[in-house]
């Protein structure tokens, strides 16, 4: 079965610093991986996606995360971080095939500090 | 830019009335979701649509729920008698194929 693990439900980063948001997965077969942020009474928007093509994906807002399988990780991460990225980020894995549904992480609250 | 609508945005109930929710899903789009969120807690699956039917559900869509795709065009989710722990923000959500999914902006459901 698919899972998914996020370490640290809060993260504080101050503005300008690093952001990295950790995102570990469970599945059996090759899985699609995403990231979605969601901002305050809001829905989920799609930050990035992994579908089995490159790597190392780019996204919206200047983020990107990194497939690895030998870690079953997909982290996502941010050089330099912005008081308008204060949100929750949910790490999320799907199969594909006729379902497409997603599993979600518990979500990490990212707080940024001026 | 096409995106997922849901109606109404937040909507308060009492317990054991019926509630319906309802989504109009981006219009090329084949496949159907709803998610639920309840306060603090991950967005957790509910149930998936394909061709007219349920392709999918999980062990939270109970009896109590169900859903439709009444013209074509709207997609709504039913409860028909509302407990307390009902209460969450509801998600619909939308895919072509194999993409990444549309989610609307959510139906904050209290029920009291």
């Known amino acids: 079965a698919q899972s998914v693990t996020q370490l640290g439900s809060h993260v504080s980063v101050s503005e300008g610093a690093l952001v990295l948001l950790r995102c570990n997965y469970s599945s059996s077969v090759p899985p699609y991986l995403f990231w979605y942020v969601q901002y305050p009474n809001q829905g989920l928007q799609l930050l990035l996606k992994?579908?089995?093509?490159?790597?190392l994906v780019k996204g919206i807002n200047g983020f990107e995360a990194e497939f690895k399988k030998s870690e079953t990780s997909f982290h996502l991460t941010k050089p330099s971080a912005h008081m308008s990225d204060a949100a929750e980020y949910f790490c999320?894995?799907?199969?594909?095939?006729?379902?497409?549904?997603?599993?979600f992480g518990t979500g990490t609250l990212l707080a940024v500090q001026p | 830019e096409p995106e997922v609508t849901q109606t109404p945005s937040h909507q308060v109930t009492q317990m054991g009335q019926e509630v319906i929710l309802r989504c109009v899903p981006i219009?090329?789009?084949?496949?159907f979701y709803w998610y639920r969120q309840i306060l603090g807690q991950k967005v957790e699956f509910l149930v998936s649509?394909?061709?007219?039917?349920?392709?999918?559900k999980s062990e939270i869509f109970d009896d109590q729920f169900s859903v439709e795709r009444p013209d074509g065009s709207n997609f709504t989710l039913k409860i028909r008698s509302t407990k307390l722990e009902d209460s969450a923000m509801y998600f619909c959500a939308s895919i072509l194929s194999n993409t990444e999914a549309f989610f609307g902006q959510g139906t904050r459901l209290t029920v009291v």
């Open positions: 992994y579908t089995s093509a490159a790597t």
């Open positions: 219009s090329n789009h084949l496949y």
């Open positions: 649509f394909y061709n007219n039917e349920i392709s999918e």
């Open positions: 999320a894995v799907s199969l594909g095939g006729a379902t497409n549904k997603l599993i």
